[in-house]
């Protein structure tokens, strides 16, 4: 079974950058399609970012410029890193990992097997 590990969150100032990874365990992270995702106090769990098996990448309008996710393959490890971090980017960050998606079900939760425990990042001077 799957299992990821997310680390890298904290507090940083807005305008600083941040790079998030994700640990993987139980399968190997350039054949799996893996997405961040991002939930703020009283608001909805939302994409941020994803990079498909096939490398292909997606990323949400909100952080387009911003956000660069990767993977390393001898680390076993995915990364998101952001860049000219804003308040408005302040949320618990998830990873999630799914085997054989589309590129339609990319920025969907429900299309993703495993989940991370979250890492918090907060904007802020």
């Known amino acids: 079974q799957v299992q990821l590990v997310e680390s890298g969150g904290g507090l940083v100032q807005p305008g600083d950058s941040l790079r998030l990874a994700c640990a993987v365990s139980?399968?190997?992270?350039?054949?799996?399609?893996m997405a961040w995702f991002r939930q703020a106090p009283g608001k909805e769990r939302e994409f941020a970012a994803a990079?498909?098996?096939?490398?292909?990448?997606y990323t949400a309008d909100s952080v387009k410029g911003r956000f660069t996710v990767s993977r390393d393959r001898g680390k076993n490890t995915g990364y998101l890193q952001m860049r000219s971090l804003k308040p408005e980017d302040s949320a618990v960050y998830y990873c999630?990992?799914?085997?054989?998606?589309?590129?339609?079900?990319?920025?969907?939760?429900?299309?993703?097997?495993?989940w991370g425990q979250g890492t918090q990042v907060t904007v802020s001077s």
């Open positions: 999630a990992t799914g085997s054989g998606l589309i590129a339609s079900s990319m920025r969907t939760a429900s299309a993703y097997e495993n």
């Open positions: 990079i498909k098996w096939d490398g292909g990448q």
């Open positions: 139980g399968g190997t992270v350039s054949r799996l399609s």
